[in-house]
């Protein structure tokens, strides 16, 4: 094949995950883009597409419509050529590697259904396209639009209401990351005058303001450590599983590599060569959760002095007229929230726009590091998502850092959109490396990271201001215990953990005869969870009732890109617990407490449990109402509705527990995100090494790897990571050389 030097062998275990083995780094990443493009060809071009804001063209939606034109309002196109331009030598030449090998598996396959299905065409992958893919993954996927939300608060409720939507709560405390096992008080960032009411009522009143021309009118992971001297065989073992939205196909892709100095196992994004946020090669294993630290500013500008660029793009829409995109740059960063005609606009500052793709400078060396000293080393380099990356290694250390381009500026910014047209919420250049917070070898033996707070208060920088609260980091700690002779089957039970802190909470405050005796496990089968659950979705619903109109109905529903807009019913079920607890009634209408509307939502729960499974509470399952609803973006298309839907067993876990499968209450008790990869790394032994995705390697409906995996990982269970290459030679189901200067 052009583009080869000399031959890679692919091999296929008996899950179809790929085993790519090569004799130079190049050749290893194009077999590795080869590969990803035989089960993932629609996968790539879906997010390809996106990334260039031609997904329209397509299909003509108007979801896709929005998301286009906030693809080009951001410039994601000529922002991922400059990161592109910026990278390595190294990094670019595996980005051209893997887009060659993406080129030559179109050109010995057939289209993928979805494509066919819309009468569409391949364009050949070019190396930028691998930072673009990236870039897709992650610009929606920090702050930008929690602060655009919390704009809104501000405008409808006022100041006072804004902490009450904080992920973290503001009452009790929590295990900070670093230093590991110590507990700090959630309350004390809002309680010390660095987010209180009166802060954030200045600069971010006077953004807010500003945007009224639009509209805007005034009145989710865990990882964990342990080190050797708390496992069974006296080396550490590291596992978790990240959570994001459930997609067809999975977002992560399982995959092994084989070539000079590398022998790694790894998920990988679909089009980004290497494995970079979990892997485990013959030296260390590594995997990552979301620091929520903040890399991303909005800064409200005066249209149209603040503009120094101005273009005007189209957004091709199948079956419709183009739809022009005025797309304006500033000083800040591009505009991606209002116009010229408004006189007012809202622009992006983000690390992972300033540098795009800039972390896939450390892949390379990811992969090649022996330690987790060397890791380290390597991950200064680190850009976006800004990641809590825990480590271990064989000769028994274990390890956290923070990883990511940290801006250092005011409070404000951390929480609300700022005023543009001063320099007074500028960058103030980064947090140094050297500066963010780390951690090695503890004496308590072990690092737990759930996205909860990294540090204490005390710590010299402000990372965010978002956090998840302790719950899950609780339950992990719980479940280790101070044991010292843990083993893979004691880190899957916690991986299996559905005890659900906040249900327990819930049932002291409005007591039913079916909690009696019950701890708050979300099992499948529990009558109990069942009840709870949708009595939590009840009460969400009677909530977002209450809220003013302002907060129901998006005014920027025209520029965000819907399917990372979180509906009001959503913000409210992530506060929720945390102003339960806190007994936060500032969204509670007058004369009405939480045990009230509890027992209100309790009583229209049990009254839809008897009318759709019969008054036995026996019949009542959680399972019944809680199931995996991945989302394939074709889903409404007639020729592939069926298709792309793929069933789901009863599910156990629910929003908030260590077994993460996340429902959006007040819209759906199903499961709507929640664990997309999980993984057992053994450091005394590589090949009792676990790992499982949900659905299965292969996006292709017909493959029988589509959702050969879907089983298993429903019922936490694993299977295991194949690295050594007589077993693999041995179990492999099929083969596939690849030769330099063949046609195919």
């Avoid at 829409?317 to 209002?338: F, I, K």
Wanted: aromatic letters at 6%.
């Amino acid at each position: 094949m052009a583009g080869l030097d000399a031959d890679v062998t692919i091999r296929r275990d008996p899950w179809g995950i790929a085993h790519v083995e090569a004799s130079t780094i190049d050749d290893l990443f194009f077999g590795q883009g080869f590969v990803t493009a035989q089960d993932r060809l629609w996968h790539l071009e879906w997010d390809r597409l996106r990334a260039l804001g031609t997904m329209a063209a397509l299909t003509g939606a108007p979801a896709d419509v929005v998301a286009d034109s906030f693809a080009r309002r951001a410039r994601l196109p000529d922002a991922s050529r400059r990161g592109y331009a910026a990278l390595s030598d190294q990094a670019r030449a595996a980005c051209d590697a893997h887009a060659a090998g993406v080129n030559a598996a179109m050109g010995v396959g057939g289209l993928p259904v979805e494509l066919q299905a819309l009468g569409a065409s391949l364009e050949p992958w070019e190396g930028w396209h691998c930072v673009a893919v990236f870039v897709i993954r992650h610009v929606n996927f920090a702050t930008w639009q929690h602060k655009l939300w919390r704009a809104r608060v501000l405008a409808t409720l006022g100041a006072d209401a804004v902490n009450s939507f904080r992920l973290e709560g503001s009452v009790g405390d929590t295990p900070v990351i670093v230093p590991p096992g110590v507990r700090a008080a959630v309350g004390v960032l809002s309680d010390g005058g660095l987010f209180d009411a009166a802060a954030l009522d200045g600069p971010g009143r006077a953004a807010t303001a500003a945007l009224e021309p639009l509209g805007l009118q005034l009145s989710g992971s865990n990882a964990w450590v342990v080190a050797g001297s708390r496992t069974a065989t006296g080396a550490p073992i590291l596992a978790g599983d990240p959570h994001r939205t459930f997609e067809v196909p999975n977002v992560y892709y399982q995959i092994h590599l084989a070539g000079p100095e590398i022998d790694a196992a790894g998920f990988s994004f679909p089009g980004v060569p290497g494995v970079a946020h979990f892997a485990q090669t013959e030296h260390v294993a590594w995997g990552v959760t979301n620091a929520m630290a903040d890399y991303q500013d909005l800064y409200v500008e005066r249209l149209p002095d603040a503009v120094t660029d101005e273009r005007i793009e189209y957004v091709e829409v199948n079956g419709a007229e183009p739809v022009p995109v005025e797309c304006l740059l500033t000083r800040h960063g591009p505009v991606v929230v209002g116009d010229r005609a408004s006189g007012v606009g809202v622009a992006l500052a983000s690390t992972g726009l300033q540098a795009a793709g800039g972390s896939l400078d450390c892949v390379l060396g990811q992969l090649r590091a022996r330690s987790i000293d060397e890791l380290d080393e390597v991950l200064r380099g680190w850009v976006e998502p800004a990641n809590n990356f825990v480590m271990a290694d064989r000769h028994g250390a274990i390890g956290y850092r923070t990883g990511g381009r940290i801006p250092r500026r005011t409070p404000i910014n951390a929480v609300l959109p700022v005023p543009g047209w001063t320099d007074a919420h500028d960058w103030v250049g980064f947090v140094p490396d050297a500066e963010l917070p780390r951690a090695r070898n503890p004496q308590i033996g072990a690092i737990v990271t759930a996205n909860q707070r990294v540090t204490e208060r005390e710590y010299a920088h402000l990372l965010n201001y978002d956090a998840y609260g302790a719950s899950r980091a609780d339950r992990i700690w719980a479940r280790l215990g101070d044991r010292t002779d843990l083993d893979l089957a004691d880190h899957a039970a916690v991986q299996a953990d559905a005890v659900s802190l906040a249900a327990r909470r819930f049932i002291e405050l409005v007591p039913h005869p079916l909690w009696a005796g019950w701890d708050g496990d979300m099992a499948a089968s529990s009558p109990a969870a069942a009840l709870y659950g949708l009595a939590r979705d009840h009460l969400v619903r009677r909530v977002v009732e209450d809220l003013p109109s302002e907060l129901r109905a998006n005014p920027f529903a025209a520029w965000e890109p819907p399917s990372t807009a979180l509906p009001a019913s959503l913000r409210v079920a992530n506060a929720l617990d945390g102003m339960v607890a806190a007994d936060d009634r500032s969204l509670v209408a007058a004369g009405l407490d939480w045990a009230g509307l509890g027992s209100e939502a309790v009583a229209a729960a049990e009254a839809e449990l008897r009318r759709r499974f019969g008054d036995d509470p026996s019949a009542w399952t959680w399972g019944a109402l809680h199931e995996a609803t991945p989302l394939h973006a074709l889903r409404q298309h007639d020729q592939l509705r069926d298709l792309v839907r793929p069933t789901s067993p009863p599910l156990s876990g629910a929003s908030g527990t260590v077994l993460a499968t996340n429902q959006n209450s007040g819209m759906t008790t199903s499961a709507l995100s929640g664990s997309v990869a999980r993984y057992l790394w053994d450091l005394a032994d590589r090949s009792r090494s676990r790992w499982i995705v949900p659905l299965g390697t292969s996006g292709h409906p017909a493959s029988p790897h589509f959702t050969d995996q879907q089983d298993l990982w429903a019922a936490v269970q694993t299977v295991e990571v194949l690295t050594d290459p007589a077993t693999i030679a041995a179990q492999a189901i099929a083969t596939l050389h690849l030769e330099p200067g063949a046609a195919g």
